[in-house]
Every structure is written in C-alpha cells, then in structure tokens.
C-alpha cells in the first residue's frame, strides 16, 4: 500500500495564479482532510471530508476549495493565489471519524511558495 | 489562549540522555490523545497513543492527567535517531471528532 500520496511536492506560484494540489489514500479510509502548517502555528485544518460526497469547512477555509471526487482522492484548489497562502500543505485520511480513538495517516506534504 | 500548548523548545541533549515533554490541553471534551513525530521536512507519523493508565512503547513513556488536562511524553536514553518535532494531538468531541495539533517540541540529541 502507498497510504496517502500527494502531487505536486513542490511548487512555486505567482500571486493570483491557480492551481490543484491532489491527494489519493489506498486504505479505505472514511475521512479525508487538508491541512495548512507553518512555522511555530502547528497544524491548521483547511478543509475536510467525513465521507464520500461530503466537505465541510475546517479552521482556515478563506481562499481555499475543495472537492471530493471518489473515495480515494481529495483536492484542494487555489483559485488566486496569495502570499499568505505560502505554506506545507499536508493531506491525511482517518478510517472513520466517528471513532474517537481512530489516528490519521499524512502525505508526505506540498511545499508551495506563492511570491 | 492555545488549545494545545506545548513548549516549543528546542531541547537539546547529549546522547543517553532523559529528556520529557509536556503538553496542555484546555477542551474538557478531549477524548483521545497522541504524540506524533515529525521529522525535518517530513509528514508527522503516529508516535503513541497515551491511555489514562499510562502507557511504555520501549523506551518511550506516555502519560495522561485528565484531572490536570496534562499529557507528557518521557524519552529515556536518547538516541541521535530521536532528533525530531514532536507533536501533542487531541482528538475532541464524539460521534464527529475535530482533531486539535499542537505547535511541536523541537528535540536535538547530540552525540
């Protein structure tokens, strides 16, 4: 299994330009989430999806979308990218987010500068 | 005020060193708890979970105050290979939990 997988793992942008970062799991997994971490801030949830069909907004949504087109595969799109939003962004998926003990499983992250 | 604190550090230390951290939570309604590692430019990876009667994985020890809202993680004898991030994680609420990430402790063990 490759657990979680994301593309592109970096990528440079200027100001205004859009872009989709993709993330795929192979676990079965419910749940499906992207996360925003930066220097001394901790991890921050953009978005999220508790199951197939669904999406609701986490922490820090503003210019962000997302869309959960199978059970594998999660995106989060940038529509006018903005310094702010330079960041690591991490994609992860948890196996029902009902089960409170249930942990999630990350990708290995997309650095993306936006200058 | 943070909903997860930890003390950002860095701790560093020689080899075969103790080395503990801690982490508070403010939600009463937190149910779980973790500690995740995360290495230098790398996704965070589950450590342990940490259970109310405490819990040992080798030489890692995790413990868990509820009364308190207090977690530690307990490294004995570290290890060049133990240099990382690690992270506090709460899991709050029920039946739809939001998981809650502290900023990281940074640890440095030096030879």
């Known amino acids: 299994n490759a657990g979680v997988t994301q593309t592109p793992k970096f990528q440079v942008l200027k100001t205004g330009q859009s872009m989709t970062l993709q993330c795929a799991q192979d676990?079965?997994?419910?749940?499906m989430y992207w996360y925003r971490q930066d220097p001394g801030m901790g991890l921050r949830l953009i978005y999220y999806s508790a199951s197939e069909g669904t999406t609701d907004k986490g922490e820090v949504p503003n210019g962000y979308n997302v869309s959960r087109l199978n059970k594998r595969e999660f995106s989060l799109r940038l529509e006018s990218a903005a310094p702010s939003q330079t960041s690591v962004y991490f994609c992860?998926?948890?196996?029902?987010?009902?089960?409170?003990?249930?942990?999630?499983?990350f990708g290995p992250g997309t650095r993306l500068t936006v200058l | 005020r943070k909903e997860v604190e930890q003390d950002p550090g860095p701790f560093n230390v020689p080899e075969g060193a103790t080395v503990a951290f801690n982490c508070t939570y403010s939600?009463?309604?937190?149910?779980?708890f973790f500690w995740y590692r995360q290495d230098c430019r790398k996704e965070p990876k589950l450590l342990m979970s940490v259970y109310s009667s405490g819990n040992e994985d080798g030489r890692f020890t995790a413990q868990l105050n509820r009364a308190s809202q207090y977690i530690s993680l307990l490294i004995r004898d570290s290890k060049l290979s133990d240099s990382a991030t690690y992270l506090c994680v709460v899991n709050v609420g029920t039946g739809g939990f939001k998981t809650i990430f502290g900023a990281g402790t940074r640890l440095f063990v030096k030879a």
């Open positions: 992860a998926s948890i196996h029902d987010r009902g089960t409170v003990t249930d942990t999630q499983y």
């Open positions: 939600n009463s309604a937190s149910q779980s």
């Open positions: 676990m079965n997994h419910n749940s």
